[in-house]
């Protein structure tokens, strides 16, 4: 199975494990020093960076060649999908999640996003039906008529 | 000296683009198809309470779909799952599955509470391993993708940063002596 690796900055990295290991499941798998940690939650690898300074041995979260340094926050985020999104969101409420939004009904899932403490957003999401659902194989296939050319005659 | 006969049956040579994952989207779509045909299979996906798939699933937001979609599929391997333009798409390469929502648009994409829209950028990104990274990264220079930081070395990995079209980072690592692939 191949592993999938995401990489989050965060300010502070022990808080950052302390809250995805207490309130989504993650294990510890390396925290070698105070800037890095590898976290693992099925076949998703998570690597939680600090900003270092140039020159810094950990090459991920060093600044850009013209002097950018990297920092927490933006958009773009993992997901994880939960059988329950009420239960989970009021469940992670009472933990003293921080959340950006309510519970959206989007398009074949229910989704809610939440912080980490660096301000890092995670996606929890509830499938509404099959083609949302993370499992490829529930992905319906198109029958073969319906992509072969049609017969005229 | 006439002509050979054959001239008229032989192919002109048409150079084929590599599409490195394109066994492994024929193989799911065929586990697909597999698990559909038989009722057993199909139902978990449906019943409510199922025990929730693990796939590793990350959402990127970018200004134009299309855009995203060609140089994702072009550039990086990634192979299409589903498209639902103008705002949507849904990609695959290995155990990732991508999901590129364009900002401003009913769903991933609407605004928060306080009117604050999702815009693409951010330094979260994903981190996709390639075998050769120097030549990986100078070959995407040359088809124009935008290099945000050039190759440098890590602790057991050599590293580089790329952008999508709308702005995103993507890195790429190459496993150097002690990388642990999984624990």
């Known amino acids: 199975m191949s592993t999938v690796s995401v990489r989050y900055i965060v300010d502070d990295v022990d808080a950052a494990i302390a809250f995805y290991c207490v309130h989504l499941g993650f294990s510890e798998q390396m925290h070698p020093n105070p800037a890095f940690a590898m976290l693992t939650r099925g076949d998703l690898r998570l690597v939680l960076v600090a900003p270092v300074p140039a020159g810094h041995p950990g090459g991920g979260s060093r600044p850009m060649p013209d002097g950018t340094e990297q920092r927490p926050g933006g958009w773009n985020r993992f997901m994880l999908e939960v059988p329950d999104i009420a239960a989970a969101a009021s469940e992670l409420r009472d933990g003293g999640v921080r959340f950006r939004n309510e519970i959206v009904t989007g398009v074949g899932v229910k989704q809610v996003m939440i912080e980490d403490p660096s301000g890092n957003p995670v996606e929890l999401f509830e499938p509404l039906r099959a083609e949302a659902r993370l499992d490829p194989s529930a992905l319906q296939p198109r029958p073969l008529r319906a992509v072969l050319p049609q017969h005229s005659g | ?183």
């Open chain 2, 1 to 183: 000296m006439a002509a050979d006969p054959l001239d008229a049956l032989r192919l002109p040579v048409v150079p084929v683009e590599p599409r490195p994952q394109f066994a492994a989207a024929l193989q799911r779509q065929i586990e697909a198809a597999e698990a559909t045909a038989e009722p057993a299979a199909a139902k978990p996906a449906e019943s409510p309470g199922a025990a929730p798939s693990q796939t590793p699933t990350v959402r990127y937001f970018v200004d134009d779909l299309e855009t995203a979609v060609a140089f994702y599929r072009g550039r990086l391997g990634f192979d299409e799952e589903l498209i639902a333009a103008p705002s949507f798409a849904m990609l695959y390469r290995g155990g990732l599955r991508l999901l590129l929502s364009v900002p401003g648009v009913p769903g991933a994409g609407a605004p928060l509470p306080d009117g604050t829209v999702p815009e693409a950028g951010g330094w979260n990104r994903i981190s996709l391993q390639v075998a050769d990274l120097a030549g990986t990264v100078e070959a995407l220079r040359q088809a124009g993708v935008r290099v945000r930081a050039g190759v440098t070395a890590g602790v057991a990995v050599r590293q580089a940063l790329i952008q999508d079209p709308s702005g995103n980072l993507v890195e790429l690592i190459e496993p150097t002596a002690g990388y642990r692939d999984r624990t």
